[in-house]
């Protein structure tokens, strides 16, 4: 009976410390550039940002998702150059800033930063 109520323990201590050490991936980060996307610009440009944010979302963001789950957009904003993302993948959630660039081939992403 000592046992099983040391595993209890153990096994509590360990979900409570993996929620309370902190989360390195909520620190900002600077992301390589993505290749551009294929070239589909009909329209503003902002929209295909957000198009292109929402499809690759998984390869833009620094942090992977956890405990085998899928990001997907929640929120998004671009214009000018510039937007903000909210994705999620059931598990955790990120806000990040995204600048892009139009270019011959289509949208580039050439920065894509995770707030803490």
């Known amino acids: 009976m000592r046992w099983v109520i040391l595993a209890f323990v153990i096994a509590v201590l ?5 929620f309370l050490v902190p989360n390195e991936a ?4 600077e ?3 993505v290749p551009a996307a294929p070239a589909q610009m009909q329209g503003d440009p902002g929209t295909a940002a957000e198009a292109y944010v929402r499809a690759n979302i998984g390869q833009l963001s620094p942090t992977p ?3 085998g789950g899928t990001f997907y957009v929640t929120e998004i904003e671009a214009e000018n150059g510039a937007g ?13 800033d995204f ?3 139009l270019t ?9 930063v995770i707030r803490p």
């Open 31 to 33: 992301s390589a550039e």
């Open 14 to 18: 360990g979900v409570v410390a993996f």
């Open 84 to 96: 903000t993302v909210a994705y999620e993948d059931g598990h955790v959630a990120f806000t990040a």
């Open 104 to 112: 011959d081939k289509g949208i580039s992403i050439s920065s894509f």
């Open 26 to 29: 909520a620190a900002p980060h």
């Open 65 to 67: 998702p956890v405990l």
């Open 99 to 101: 600048a892009y660039a």
